[in-house]
């Protein structure tokens, strides 16, 4: 595995040079074909469903930009992905992952607006976390100069996601108060430096306790995510607040509501609270609806607030608001450069410990983003049941999906 990631590395370098010299060549003959590493989702459930294995590398169709990945983003969605813990599950096996960063390699027809060598972050419709991804040349966007792999993966789906309910759902202004559950989190991380750039803004975060030393200084108050946390808030602010940002769900929802000020705006854009262990659970997943507080219109009417939701990957993959997020994304590499934001990365892990990079997101150990670095060499130790690279291993992996696998995966909700 080591020599192969070598093997990657150096032809990576070999592109760049390609592209120095302004080599326009952009498809691989189909007598080319090569393999990849990727991580593989063989059916829902534990960690055990989880493995390295390699895979016929993907070509750009029309429209598309072949990638050489650099880093992934692992996101708590993932986990849900894992478990089948969501709407409409893809069929199984699956290539989870839905972000990435990397050095564009190939283009297919009609593919304007990038060259080869071109550094860029991508959304992917599943099939990130590998070393080669196509994606359509909507969901690309040329990274900023200073901007490394790692922070890349890191950026799209949790500074795009904070930014657009802040400021195109929520509309925040100078003066307003947030509440944003998770503080410690990518998107938690994300929200809060993007209120940092209106002034006067309060933000209010709830975190594990042990989190609180390393992220009290980017929110303005701070409570232990298991404490009565709606009893500080009005300590602070009788009133409550402008805005809530639920990704938990659950109980949390009735209490969000009941902590806005009149023409506040609560978003849920989770439900973390439904993962409770390794595999799915049904209780928890009842249990967290039902603690769900029934929505009366006419008691947001007569109170004056407002409830929504927000979904990144839906708007992109299921509504084609491509240009609105490109238009954000603009707008965020606009603040990055001006070094007024700057993605935090909690870890960098090699495809083979995605297992335990995931176990790291089930406990809510990570501040801020955890990343798969697919040049990283792994720990032996860690990676010694995640790895499948055996005739053995190709063979059980076809006889579990479907004839039609390599179609691409539609979106999940």
Known sequence: MAKEGTEMTEETEHMIEKNGAKETETVVSAGDAKEMRAVILSGFGGLNKLRVTKKAMPEPQEGEVKIRVKACGLNFLDLMVRQGNIDSPPKTPVVPGFECSGIVEAMGENTKGFEIGDRVMAFVNYNAWAEVVCTPLDYVYNMPDDMTFPEAAAFS??????????????????????LVHSAGGGVGQAVAQLCSTIPSVTVFGTASSFKHEAIKDSVTHLFDRNIDYVQEVKKISPEGVDIVLDCLSGE???????????????????????????????????????QVEKVNPIKLYEENKVIAGFSLLNLLFKQGRCGQVKTVVEKLFSLYNQKKIKPVVDSLWALEEVKEAMQRIHDRGNIGKLIL?????????????????????????????????????????
């Open 157 to 178: 789906m949790n500074f795009v996601a904070a930014y657009m309910m802040l400021f195109e759902v929520a509309n925040l202004r100078e003066g307003m108060s947030v």
């Open 252 to 290: 949390n929802t009735g209490k969000g509501l009941g902590l806005l000020r009149p023409l506040g705006t609560y978003i849920l854009y989770g439900s973390s609270n439904m993962v409770t262990g390794e595999t799915k659970s049904f209780f928890s997943l009842a249990k967290s609806w039902w």
């Open 373 to 413: 670095d697919v040049e990283k060499s792994p720990t032996p130790l860690m990676a010694s049941d995640s790895t499948e690279t055996s005739e053995a291993g190709e063979e059980e992996e076809e006889h579990e999906g479907d004839s039609d696998n390599k179609e691409r995966m539609p979106f999940i909700q």
